[in-house]
């Protein structure tokens, strides 16, 4: 089983604070999907990265694949109290069979 | 598009009991899936359906849980003599597989939340 470790558990900033969070594996992936959770709903897919190296952005949301494409990390800029919520990262076994990290739960103080 | 719906949102019950949970997937898709998600936690994956075929089911499927998905549209999920270590909040989601093998992102709904007293 190829596992996926996010890191922090959780983190608790104040409003206009950059931070970044981390998905990391012994194992390469071919793609790696990042969700964001908000509590009481489902997880929503933010971005898939694909190619080692690759650097998508999202708004304030930056998320790179590592070269060797074991780990992921994504980087938010000026973090606001909306960017409140449970990041997962998650790998595809085959046709959307998701394995998802534990996640990483962000808290955005005003 | 009105999303993927799941009722109930909550359910309580007593340990022993069944409970059924419904999902209606976004209406053109094709691939129904259900994952089960514990308090800090990230999903994890049960079983999935291509309309009406029950196509993988992970062990976590224990032969207490049985899904159907009878005419290739919405879903049941039912788990027989629930215990305390059933709760949880149950996902499930849905995508579109086309015949060329790519499968659309998946779209989750809100999930059923299940607590076991």
């Known amino acids: 089983t190829q596992l996926l470790e996010q890191s922090p558990q959780f983190l608790s900033i104040q409003e206009g604070e950059n931070l970044t969070v981390y998905c990391n594996s012994s194992?390469?992936?071919?793609?790696l999907q990042w969700y964001r959770q908000e509590p009481g709903e489902g997880p929503v897919l933010l971005v898939t990265?694909?190619?080692?190296?690759e650097v998508k952005k999202l708004k304030r949301l930056t998320f790179q694949f590592g070269d060797a494409r074991k780990d992921s990390s994504l980087h938010i800029t000026a973090a606001q109290p909306g960017d409140t919520g449970l990041y997962l990262c998650?790998?595809?076994?085959?046709?959307?069979?998701?394995?998802f990290g534990g996640g990483t739960r962000l808290m955005v103080k005003p | 598009d009105t999303g993927v719906s799941q009722d109930p949102r909550h359910k309580i019950t007593k340990r022993g009991q069944n409970v059924t949970f419904r999902c209606d997937p976004i209406?053109?898709?094709?691939?129904l899936y259900w994952y089960r998600q514990t308090l800090g936690q990230g999903p994890e994956f049960l079983t999935y359906f291509q309309n009406e075929a029950q196509l993988e089911k992970s062990r976590l499927l224990s032969d207490r849980f049985s899904a159907e998905r009878p005419k290739g549209s919405f879903s049941t999920l039912e788990i027989q003599r629930t215990e305390q270590g059933d709760s949880a909040m149950y996902l499930c989601a849905s995508s579109l597989a086309a015949v060329t093998g790519y499968n659309s992102p998946l779209h989750f709904g809100n999930g059923t939340r299940l607590t076991v007293t």
């Open positions: 998650a790998y595809d076994n085959a046709g959307n069979m998701l394995t």
């Open positions: 194992s390469v992936f071919s793609s």
């Open positions: 990265v694909v190619t080692g190296g």
């Open positions: 209406s053109e898709h094709n691939r």
